[in-house]
């Protein structure tokens, strides 16, 4: 008997203090993030040496069918009170890896992490990065979002490096912007394919969106943003979506969000940005 997985990633997120321990991986263990995500996505690369990899980083792993879906999955996942801030990777394994959903604000962007989850289950070919510190740990270091040392950022650049397209979820206040519900960018100011498509279908699905290079409300959230940043280094597909705490907090919407973001997403093709000269 599997558990659920969306109560387990809940759960998980749940147990991330801000006052907890947190610490930096070192070099060796961000090449070791790497060199894991490398085998949990590259065609027929070697799921053993994946998990052998993030066990070494602090991770354990289990496996199952998904009773939402029918679909196999393996969840590697840390413990939220290490300090390693070994998260959760969730993978399909009979699948090819093809797009990155990432949860860099577990529990402090509340729900973010299931909305993951469910963007996961409704985007075959999906593997789920869940960040595993609360952003406000190790005095904001722990913020993955915007440390480039960080675990989470070691997955998600080698995601990146294997032209991956990203997707990454994060919650504001309604009062910041308000009679919003989502703003959609790309960590830069400039609007790529993906990110439209995402803003698109958002409108279309009802929720108020805005794109911050056609309205200036959204205050570019994104900019700063260190997995932004690789993915324009590299020329891959990065979309930054804020959701507002009223589509968060709510069942139906946040199911009516992500049924919309993956069918922007299903039809992105990986790196649809520039390339870098070559
Ligand atoms: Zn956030």
Redesign the pocket.
């Known amino acids: 008997m599997g558990c659920d997985l969306e109560e387990h990633v809940a759960a998980f997120a749940a147990a991330l203090d801000p006052a907890g321990p947190y610490r930096d991986p070192s070099p060796a263990e961000r090449r070791l993030a790497a060199t894991a995500m490398t085998h949990l996505t590259a065609p027929g690369s070697d799921p053993y040496a994946a998990s052998t990899a993030l066990v070494a980083l602090g991770f354990s792993g289990s496996g199952g069918v998904d009773a939402a879906t029918g679909r196999r999955y393996t969840m590697y996942a840390g413990r939220p009170d290490d300090g390693r801030a070994a998260g959760v990777v969730l993978v399909d394994p009979s699948v090819p890896v093809r797009l990155a959903v990432e949860v860099?604000?577990p529990n402090?962007?509340l729900r973010?992490e299931r909305i993951g989850v469910h963007l996961f289950r409704l985007a075959p070919g999906a593997i789920l990065v869940v960040a595993g510190a609360h952003?406000r740990a190790g005095n904001g270091a722990a913020d993955a979002?915007h440390n480039d040392r960080s675990l989470f950022h070691a997955l998600a650049a080698e995601a990146a490096n294997r032209r991956l397209p990203q997707i990454q979820l994060?919650?504001f206040a309604d009062a910041s912007l308000p009679g919003l519900d989502a703003v959609v960018s790309t960590g830069t100011r400039t609007a790529t394919p993906a990110a439209v498509r995402v803003a698109t279908t958002l409108r279309e699905a009802g929720l108020a969106t805005c794109e911050p290079w056609r309205d200036s409300r959204g205050r570019l959230e994104g900019i700063g943003n260190v997995q932004a940043s690789t993915a324009v280094r590299l020329g891959t597909t990065f979309v930054h979506l804020?959701l507002s705490w009223r589509v968060r907090r709510d069942a139906h919407l946040r199911a009516v969000a992500v049924r919309a973001v993956a069918a922007a997403l299903c039809r992105v093709s990986p790196g649809t940005g520039r390339r870098p000269g070559r």
Do not use: K, N, Y
């Open positions: 860099p604000h402090s962007d973010t952003r979002a994060h919650g804020e």
